[in-house]
């Protein structure tokens, strides 16, 4: 898109890129019309710009990665960027209105929901796989957040989909 428009950039790498000249008023007017013709938009603020840093390294971490690391999340977070953790923290907290850590749980407890229901890993292989310190943390933290125990989840979830094949 950039090439179309003219505009001599640098490699795109993870949605940025490094423009390799100043450009004009309605050059950067023209990116914003097509990238949101292509259902994206422009970050120019250098705090929803760390934010969605931020928010993609925990997604991958959680979603991506075959295990979470074994190191803590605030570690884990200043590895990857070059940023103090308790700015980081203050920042994303300041801008979502939430923390990290919750923001980390609540991705945690999703990426649970998808292992229950594909069935192939036990609780404890569930625990371990998302850097739990034991079953019986997975499940507060998971009944905390949900309302259910991880067990009543899949059982729930399983009705449903009992239910929906005697249909």
């Not at 505009?7 to 950067?28: N, Y």
């Not at 292509?38 to 990665?65: N, P, Q, R, W, Y």
Request: no cysteine; charged share 25%; proline share 3%.
């Amino acid at each position: 898109m950039l090439t179309k428009l003219g505009i001599p950039h640098g490699p795109v790498e993870l949605g940025e890129v490094e423009l390799l000249s100043e450009i004009f008023t309605i050059q950067l007017e023209q990116i914003k019309i097509e990238l949101l013709s292509a259902g994206f938009e422009l970050l120019e603020d250098h705090k929803s710009i760390l934010i969605e840093k931020i928010k993609t390294i925990i997604v991958e971490m959680v979603h991506v990665e075959y295990n979470l690391p074994k190191t803590n999340f605030s570690a884990y977070l200043t590895r990857k960027l070059p940023y103090d953790y308790t700015y980081l923290a203050n920042i994303f907290s300041e801008v979502k209105g939430t923390t990290i850590e919750r923001f980390i749980i609540m991705h945690k407890i999703e990426r649970i929901k998808e292992l229950l229901l594909y069935n192939e890993l036990s609780l404890t292989e569930i625990s371990y796989k998302l850097n739990y310190s034991s079953v019986a943390h997975l499940s507060a933290q998971f009944k905390k957040i949900t309302g259910l125990t991880p067990t009543d989840f899949k059982k729930q979830k399983d009705k449903s989909r009992n239910e929906l094949e005697d249909l």
